[in-house]
């Protein structure tokens, strides 16, 4: 594993400059390279190399079955059975109170509007 840091001007389209600092990281695996890098102003730097450095140079493989094996969620798509208020429509498909503002969101509605039986509305799930 090899560690650089390196300096980097930025903003110089402005004719303003600031300077960064950028640590890389550079760590074979496999038949790959991955590449870490922690970016900050020149003034933070000393704050941060620790940081940084902890981060990049405890990277090892996942070997957690639990960690491995997740089945990614999807966005369903569900008919409303009963016409009422999308806070009821959720709760028919046992969508958890704690997510129920987040979806209403994503369907461009409020807890409390209306949707008439048949409606189509997204829901997260497996």
């Known amino acids: 594993m090899e560690t650089l840091s390196k300096q980097v001007i930025t903003d110089q389209s402005t004719g303003q400059s600031a300077t960064n600092m950028v640590l890389s990281s550079y760590i074979e695996f496999g038949a790959?390279?991955?590449?870490?890098?922690?970016?900050?102003?020149?003034?933070?730097?000393?704050?941060?190399?620790?940081?940084?450095?902890?981060?990049?140079?405890?990277?090892?493989?996942?070997?957690?079955?639990?960690?491995l094996n997740i089945k990614p969620n999807r966005i369903l798509i569900k008919k409303v059975q009963k016409t009422?208020?999308?806070?009821?429509?959720?709760?028919?498909?046992?969508?958890?109170?704690?997510q129920m503002n987040e979806l209403a969101l994503l369907n461009n509605l409020e807890l409390t509007d209306n949707v008439q039986a048949g409606k189509l509305i997204k829901i997260i799930g497996q």
Not at 38 to 52: P, Q, R, S
Not at 89 to 98: E, N
């Open 32 to 67: 790959y390279v991955c590449v870490f890098h922690g970016v900050t102003a020149e003034a933070d730097f000393k704050n941060y190399f620790g940081l940084f450095e902890s981060a990049m140079t405890t990277f090892s493989k996942l070997t957690e079955p639990s960690k």
């Open 84 to 98: 009422g208020t999308l806070a009821d429509a959720f709760r028919q498909y046992g969508v958890p109170q704690a």
